[in-house]
């Protein structure tokens, strides 16, 4: 049985449509002011299906009345009441989202086929925002569903990569943990030069990447206790452009390419295998070759033992404006970025 909600300050008037709303199956409430009405539905006394509400009231006028209780009861058609001089007013309530006007004496067929037409109506608005919330359902799971599956992707990759790295350091036990330590720092600068999500995710990866072409250069060499021969020294000088050749045909590593060819650039254009100067280096690769330098000098090598922190800081200050981009540098010294690598694999060398 569908509740009714009649709101007329005329007596007689409540008593007729009471009665044939009753006679006719619904379930009449009534109220004589704006108040009552309100009332009744917050307390929930009355959760009408559809509202027929007098425009003209003494204590309230019903278009002043509409606003709220569209907002009380959003899925309820209104029909609002008017005498026969107030069309242009029942119009006008229509336009400000009334359901309908019926215009008084009211007729009875008319009444009874205009609320069952509201309470159609009613059913469609109930139906359609019952699809749109599953809708949006739906659009929320499958978006929480994507961002897993990316976040899952992502750490799969991180992983293979993670994998590959591995492999140089097993051929060289001296840079084991080097890449990931380079990892590190690196991000830990791109974070504190402000870089955005994709450029830190860049970064991760040709950091953990960058000496991936070790893979080409023999162990003996890598261990070697003194200098290298100056055969010795180009094969090894080989490594960033062997390290772009083997990632090249993988299109996911393909942003990380220039840190992998350009880690061993200097600022001042004395590095290799290009010699690109300044600013011609990319920001990332400038970031991982700070990073880079600081981590080999920190560690113990064959030919000889791990340089202090200071002895390390001050090699890094020396070399900003030739061997570092210089404000990279200071903003490494700065921000005394090596205290953010994990306890685990700090080299202990400070
Ligand atoms: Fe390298």
């Known amino acids: 049985m569908h509740p009714v909600l009649i709101v007329d300050d005329d007596d007689a008037l409540r008593k007729v449509l009471r009665l044939r709303l009753a006679r006719s199956g619904f379930e009449p409430f009534v109220a004589a002011h704006a108040d009552d009405a309100i009332q009744m539905i917050e307390s929930r006394t009355c959760l009408p299906h559809c509202i027929l509400l007098d425009i003209r009231m003494p204590d309230r006028n019903g278009l002043d009345l509409l606003p709220e209780v569209r907002r009380l009861c959003p899925t309820s058609p209104v029909v609002m009441l008017t005498a026969s001089a107030d069309i242009e007013t029942g119009v006008e309530a229509m336009r400000r989202g009334a359901f309908d006007y019926l215009i008084k004496p009211v007729v009875k067929e008319q009444l009874l086929a205009t609320i069952r037409k509201a309470l159609s109506y009613r059913k469609i608005q109930i139906e359609n925002a019952r699809l749109e919330a599953e809708n949006r359902e739906y659009q929320e799971n499958l978006e929480r569903k994507v961002h897993e599956r990316t976040r899952e992707l992502s750490r799969a990759h991180l992983q293979t990569v993670a994998v590959l790295a591995e492999t140089i350091e097993a051929k060289d036990p001296y840079t084991r943990g080097h890449c990931n330590r380079v990892r590190q720092l690196s991000t830990a600068l791109g974070r504190a030069l402000e870089l955005g999500r994709v450029e830190l995710r860049t970064l991760e990866y040709g950091a953990i990447l960058h000496d991936i072409g070790k893979i080409g250069v023999p162990e003996v060499m890598l261990n070697k206790n003194g200098r290298l021969t ?78 202090s922190l200071e002895t390390a800081n001050a090699e890094i200050r020396s070399g900003c404006g030739s061997q570092f981009d210089p404000e990279i540098g200071a903003v490494f010294l700065a921000r005394e970025i090596w205290k953010l690598l994990d306890d685990a694999e700090s080299t202990g060398s400070d």
């Open 230 to 307: 100056e055969q010795e020294t180009e094969v090894f000088r080989a490594h960033p452009v062997l390290g772009e050749s083997i990632l090249r045909p993988v299109d996911f590593f393909r942003d990380c390419l220039p840190i992998v060819r350009w880690h061993h650039e200097w600022y001042d254009g004395r590095g290799y295998p290009d010699g690109l100067i300044a600013e011609d280096i990319p920001l990332l690769v400038r970031i991982v070759a700070v990073a880079d330098a600081f981590d080999a000098m920190t560690s113990a090598r064959p030919y000889r033992s791990a340089l």
